[in-house]
């Protein structure tokens, strides 16, 4: 199958657009009838009311793979805080002390969790009379400079029915890959990832830090499906934002409940601590995109406190979807006829003779086959085109589930062949070839650098981290500094008051 053509307007005809809106929208629920290869995803930014409020907690897309170089293994990436501008300092971006951000893998698809890979975090500030993140140029995730630092324990948790039967620490304050300041703070980024990759006793291996975003979209659809005229796509909305990353690479037959059921079920879940001390559920992610656009606003926050095993209640959101009768609104295509069955197998269950288990219990999880091994060569769009190692057999972070799920929609698969796609094919970063794969973070400060020189950089490390005169003259400079600018301002309005009276 060929892509999507980027040149000649003959190509993007009003039928590939509006199957672009369709995709970059999450369930392809206006698809052909037979959707076997899988349900259509995109990603969960910023998905639900409650959420959207507290990115630090918010689940945005949801990874899973057999490792192309060490295929006995499975790779699961968790990825939270949406759209981090790179920018964003002084207070750049830290997970969450208050919260649990938990990998879940039911092993034997009961819907029900048998391992929880949980991760939780704290923070250290070295200099707390400064207000910088870091104080110098930045060697290592262990540099002096880097005043405001993260770390994390691991705990592997054992369940059977439901319950606890085994809790295990894995890893104990192990550093996190910090927030990319720029290209002066820290000129060897590269480095830092490297030394944020742990591995542990029994072969895996544990990243956090911040990543590139790898979910590459045009998530205009939300403007009134690209303004109602479908005259922008092809724009990867995401392009230039980082996230907060968890990797975490372990052997497939810790996860996988035999070498006869190596089918897993994987969703990632973040639960915040109250008032009272106790945690709660308020993220849950397998499928991405699930509950941006299959639920409505009243069933958002109470998804993501759900677990699979209850999944039943959302099931109307499935078989009668809002989103083809938007389209058929819009743009008077007609909606397929309710209910829509055809939907059903696929987002609870798994394809069958691919990745879904015997005697599975239906629930919304992103379901991996880890008998199947990767290919060299992997194909964009996963299954579809023959490549059975991706998508929506796991997630690759190269599958583009836009342009496969958009080619099921139009008839793919009963005959009407086509080259679909939102333009929008691959990452606009290249993605690692060692765990954990994902890109570098975009810095801070994407010009050149200044041309200072280092001595006024260590200088200015050197007065933060030294003595309390030396912080107090900064802040007395910084505070008489302000107050000009104050003053200026001030004599500026001033004059131009007087101006205007005359």
Known sequence: MTAFSRSGNGRRSVATLICGALAAGGLAAAGAAALAPG???ASSHREAPL?????????????????????????????????????????FYQFAEDAQYDVRIDSDGDAKEDLIFRYTFKTNVKNRKSFLYNTGVVDSLYDPDLNVTQSYDLELIKLKKGKVEHQTKLADDVPVAPSNVGKASMPHYSKLRDQAIYKLSNGSKTFAGQADD????????????????????????????????????????????SKHQPIVGIWSTTQRQNAQGYYTQVSRLGNPLVNEVVNPIKDKDKFNASKPKDDGQFLKNVTNPELPKLIEGIYKIKAPAEPRNDLVDVFLKGVKGLNQPPYVTPSEELRL????KPTASPKRLGVLDGDNAGFPNGRRLTDDVIDASLQVVEGELVGSKNDLGDAVDKNDKSFEKYFPYIALPTEGSRGAIAKSGADVKSQLGDALTGSDDNTTLIASS???????IL???????WWRGRRRAY
């Open 51 to 91: 959420i959207s409020g507290t990115p630090q907690y918010d689940n945005t897309d949801l990874y899973a793979f057999v490792s192309p170089d060490h295929p006995d293994t499975t790779t699961i990436i968790a990825n939270v805080i949406p759209f981090e501008e790179p920018g964003g300092g002084p207070n």
């Open 487 to 493: 003053l200026i301002g001030g004599g500026l309005m």
């Open 214 to 257: 790898p979910f590459f979209a045009d998530l205009r659809v939300f403007d009134l499906l690209y303004g109602g005229n479908l005259s922008e796509v092809g724009n990867d909305t995401l392009k230039g934002y980082n996230v907060n990353t968890i990797a975490l690479q372990v052997p497939n037959d810790l996860i996988a409940e």
């Open 478 to 484: 910084a505070g008489a500094g302000a107050a000009g």
């Open 369 to 372: 086959n880890t008998s199947i």
């Open 39 to 41: 349900a259509a995803y």
